[in-house]
């Protein structure tokens, strides 16, 4: 069975924090940006995100952006 649009999304998005193309505390492009450069609805993009916060990749300050997390073990 074919992945959803979203999970394609959240696959892409997820390699490029995995591959250090975004590094932790980098802020990710807004919904409207990735929607353009992905040819995806802001329903998908919003989708895509949802995952990738509850993975723990990233984070979101209300109002300011959503952020590549800090790896736990990178703290300790």
Known sequence: MPKQQYQVLADELKNKIDSGEWPPGTKL??????????????TVVGKA????????????LEGVG??????AD???
């Open 66 to 71: 959503v952020f590549v997390a800090t790896p």
């Open 49 to 60: 995100m949802m995952i990738l916060r509850a993975t723990g990749l990233t984070e979101t």
């Open 74 to 76: 990178a703290s300790s």
């Open 29 to 42: 492009p807004s919904r409207s940006q990735l929607c353009k450069e992905y040819s995806v609805s802001d």
